[in-house]
């Protein structure tokens, strides 16, 4: 976890920042937050694609199936993720442009071609590993 240490000072940094000011900011969305804890994650990963092309994602974007993007319940928009297939050491790095999953234990939902990659369209789900990537 080498970026462990330089990503929670950034926290604690931006946190103490806001002390003493005085005045509260108010955005009109949260922008969630990246902790030590979600440098590397694990679970199970999902895919979604024709039901949902060329719908409007939670960011604005139009979704689009053959992107290398996917939907994470909290990281920030942009964010970029290497996810690993465990099954097969297959991965690929996606961008977070999306909300969800919203179905069970479920910790990333990616586009078809992130899926495919992965080799997971058959089962659907597959187990992997969540990798947040430096800017």
Avoid at 40 to 69: C, K, P, Q, V, W
């Amino acid at each position: 976890m080498r970026g462990a240490a330089p990503a929670l000072g950034l926290v604690l940094a931006s946190l103490l920042a806001g002390c003493g000011s005085g005045t509260p900011r108010v955005t009109s969305r949260p922008t969630p937050s990246i902790g030590a804890e979600e440098l590397r994650l694990a679970g199970i990963a999902s895919y979604y694609a024709d039901e949902f092309h060329g719908r409007t994602t939670s960011n604005g974007e139009t979704y689009d199936m053959h992107a290398l993007t996917a939907a994470h319940r909290t990281l920030p928009f942009n964010t970029r993720v290497r996810v690993t297939n465990l099954a097969n050491n297959k991965s690929v790095v996606v961008r977070i442009n999306d909300r969800g999953p919203f179905v069970g234990d479920r910790i990333i939902d990616l586009s078809y071609r992130a899926a495919q990659e992965l080799s997971m369209i058959g089962p659907g789900t597959a187990r992997v590993t969540l990798q947040i990537l430096p800017d």
